[in-house]
């Protein structure tokens, strides 16, 4: 028979883009109602380099949350070319950071301070393997001679190969791998490389940024690929490998920033994140393989307790609203087949 209910273990976020100001406030509580803890990025303006502003920051998510509400942000340090191995290793150990970002310069949102090349951090990635502690990238190469399909399968080729090579110790996750490339590459690996994996790359291919005009809501980095790479994404997101977890990528952006001559990168994908990764498990007949996903390989990865309380979905169908906080959701106008029901 049909599965008609889902309880797992509370699940977590490894990749979420909380913002600030009026957009955190707005946005903040779709994350925390579903997710226990989530790895928030450091992409603000101006992006959070020192433990100071971490800690900041931190206080502003929790303080943009109705009281009360368990949720823990676990922060990132955004890392540029003059990073301090020093202040790194000890926003680190002082439990602040969970882990350092790598942006390549220009390759994505308000990555403009990133890194030009990563010869600039080996002090800092040397020391992080030393500690521990783990490494989170956005795997596409800025080149403006690479298509824009092809960068992350040539980020992997030019600097990826080479950071599992020369630092076979330190943890590095491969963030919102959306090619056959990535996710060959991640599985290759040792234990010490993973991926998180997004919804939409889950459920789109690049047709839906074109079906029936230009769609700005279908556009995210790294861009959505060809079906096949999309197949290759889905299979690793349900193959039980505990290298790959979940890790939404939710990243909300205005209206008008959106439906823009030149519109900003990123998917709101928060309210309906849970309901939307589970239709893809059940499409794959994987259902019981989700909560290994949402909720375990990120923690053990990670090496973080798991979470204790409980998400129930049932096969209720929910109706996506074409706004929420403002913001046009991933779904916008759809109808998904799951729904949460309960959490505790
Ligand atoms: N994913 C996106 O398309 N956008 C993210 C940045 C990022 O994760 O690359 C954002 O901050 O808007
Ligand atoms: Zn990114
Ligand atoms: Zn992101």
Known sequence: METQAITIRRPDDWHVHLRDGDMLRAVAPYTARRFARAIVMPNLVPPVTSVAA???????????????????????????????????????????????????????????????????????????????????????????????????????????????????????????????????????????????????HLHLNRNALFAGGLRPHAYCLPVVKRERHRLAVRAAAVSGSPKFFLGTDSAPHAVEAKESGCGCAGIFNAPFALESYLQVFEEEGAIDRFEAFASENGARFYGLPLNQGTVTLAREAVDVPERVAGVVPFHAGERLAWRVVETD
């Open 54 to 200: 971490a800690e900041a920051y931190r206080d502003r998510i929790v303080a943009a949350l109705p009281e009360g509400t368990a949720f823990q942000p676990l922060m990132t340090c955004y890392l540029t070319d003059d990073a301090d191995p020093e202040e790194v290793a000890r926003g680190f150990e002082a439990g602040v950071w969970a882990a350092c970002k790598l942006y390549p310069a220009g390759a994505t949102t308000n990555s403009a301070s990133g890194v030009t090349d990563v010869r600039n951090i080996r002090p800092v990635l040397e020391r992080m393997q030393r500690i521990g502690m783990p490494l989170l990238v956005h795997g596409e190469v800025t080149d403006p001679a690479v298509d824009v399909f092809d960068r992350e399968a040539v980020f992997i080729e030019r600097v990826g190969a080479g950071l599992v090579r020369d630092f076979p110790e330190l943890k590095i996750v491969m963030e919102h791998i959306t090619t056959a490339d990535a996710a060959e590459f991640v599985a290759a690996g040792g234990p010490l490389l993973g991926a998180t994996i997004t919804p939409q």
